[in-house]
Nanobody, 115 residues
Framework: QVQLVESGGGLVQAGGSLRLSCAAS????????MGWYRQAPGKQRELVAS???????TYVDSVKGRFTISRDNAKGTMYLQMNSLKPEDTAVYYC?????????WGQGTQVTVSS
């Protein structure tokens, strides 16, 4: 059974930091491209950052220079270090694992940034 379990969300003041984790089980983690998505109330889910099998990364423009995605294949875990958080970063953050045709989602973790 595939499980992606996010943790590390919470309430933080603007300018603060959080580190999200996504622990994967039931998959050969190193074969999967991984990503962090977020969905704010009334908005579509958007890709925030992704990391390939070999560690190549991409970021949405709004988080470049503030967020860092990483992965530890030995632990089967992906991370998102979020610094200089802004109120507009408030959303539910979801972990995604992708190795065509397999596509899995975590349950999400809430991040709330107060002004």
């Amino acid at each position: 059974q595939v499980q992606l379990v996010e943790s590390g969300g919470g309430l933080v003041q603007a300018g603060g930091s959080l580190r999200l984790s996504c622990a994967a089980s039931g998959i050969t983690f190193r074969l999967y491209a991984m990503g962090w998505y977020r969905q704010a109330p009334g908005k579509q889910r958007e890709l925030v950052a992704s990391i390939s099998m070999v560690g190549s990364t991409t970021y949405v423009d709004s988080v470049k220079g503030r967020f860092t995605i990483s992965r530890d294949n030995a632990k089967g875990t992906m991370y998102l270090q979020m610094n200089s958080l802004k109120p507009e970063d408030t959303a539910v953050y979801y972990c995604n694992a992708n190795w065509h045709p397999n596509y899995y989602w975590g349950q999400g973790t809430q991040v709330t940034v107060s002004s």
